[in-house]
């Protein structure tokens, strides 16, 4: 998620009050006949159009729901109000949001980067999310990678304990070492390792299909072996980030294993589109939901085939 992966190390919006009463529930929408919910990292489209008509464009295309990076940053309590209006005019949830940015590898900066999660729950709040999008950081000097990879465990456990407290989820992603060579955590086994070393269902992995083919490849045997830990998926193809069929990875494939393990989370496309954004969103979109409707009429088809010679 190289937006997120870039924004400057401040929770800007930390300090919004908080209006909103509840938090929206994970509940993904069926009515594409998948088990996933499709929705769109925001940051990637449409950067000049205030928000709300970002939220329609989004809508045009199909979708029902979006994530941020900070959008919100300089927001005031009537801006949120205005945003919660469109998005349940529209029937848009916002699933995810980036909003912390206190490195994780350093143990030095534990209690800071508590104190911002505890502080940065009330913007949760008002935008009605449930998911916080987070980065590890970069590498610290004088710290060899086993010790970071240790205080991100223990930082997150600690974190997770807050995250429970209050209802959401806290995901971590790696980020390819061709965009940032300085950043802790490259590859998702890594990151996979330390959420399943944290063992709290409030800390999930995000697993960015665009940056794990930069760092490593072998896609689908991960996400097979990893399902349970895994809580959003980002979709971008490679080189270049552009949509799926633009590059070297096999989307249809990835879609319909999506299908086949039930996975029943999120699938955020976070690409940079190359003309129309409604039409690439919207192309994107029906390849998601026709190659997993094609797994699930495979697996209608084998159960014909099985109760026919029973």
Not at 159 to 188: M, Q, W
Not at 210 to 227: D, M, V
Not at 284 to 295: F, G, K, Q, T, Y
Request: glycine share 6%; net charge negative; proline share 5%.
């Amino acid at each position: 998620m190289g937006a997120c992966a870039g924004v400057a190390v401040t929770a800007a919006a930390g300090g919004a009050s908080a209006t909103a009463t509840t938090l929206l529930p994970n509940s993904p929408a069926d009515a594409d006949g998948v088990p996933f919910t499709l929705t769109v990292m925001l940051w990637t489209v449409y950067r000049d159009l205030p928000f709300p008509q970002r939220l329609e464009k989004v809508a045009e295309a199909g979708y029902h729901a979006v994530e941020l990076v900070d959008e919100f940053k300089n927001w005031k309590p009537q801006d949120f109000a205005e945003a919660r209006h469109k998005k349940h005019e529209l029937g848009i949830e916002i699933d995810g949001t980036c909003g912390l940015w206190i490195p994780l590898p350093d143990a030095t900066q534990r209690d800071a980067f508590l104190k911002a999660l505890r502080d940065f729950i009330p913007t949760m709040h008002e935008l009605e999310c449930t998911r916080l999008i987070m980065q590890t950081g970069n590498n610290v000097p004088g710290l060899s990678h086993e010790e970071m990879h240790a205080n991100c465990i223990e930082t997150l456990k600690r974190g997770g304990d807050i995250a429970a407290e209050n209802k959401i989820d806290l995901l971590i992603e790696n980020i390819d070492p061709e965009e940032n060579p300085k950043y802790f955590l490259t590859h998702s086994a890594e990151g996979l390792d330390i959420v399943r070393s944290v063992g709290n269902p409030h800390v999930k992995f995000l697993y960015d299909f665009f940056h794990e083919q930069i760092a490593a490849g072998n896609l689908i045997a991960k996400l097979e072996k990893n399902l349970d830990l895994i809580d959003l998926v980002h979709i971008a193809d490679v080189p270049g980030r552009h949509h799926p069929g633009t590059g070297e990875i096999n989307y249809s494939n990835i879609f319909r294993k999506l299908a086949e393990l039930r996975y029943s989370r999120y699938v955020a496309m976070e690409f940079h589109p190359l003309g129309d954004p409604v039409k690439e969103l919207r192309e994107a979109r029906e390849l998601a939901i026709s190659s997993a409707r094609s797994a699930h009429a495979a697996r209608s088809f084998e159960s014909g085939r099985n109760h026919e010679s029973a």
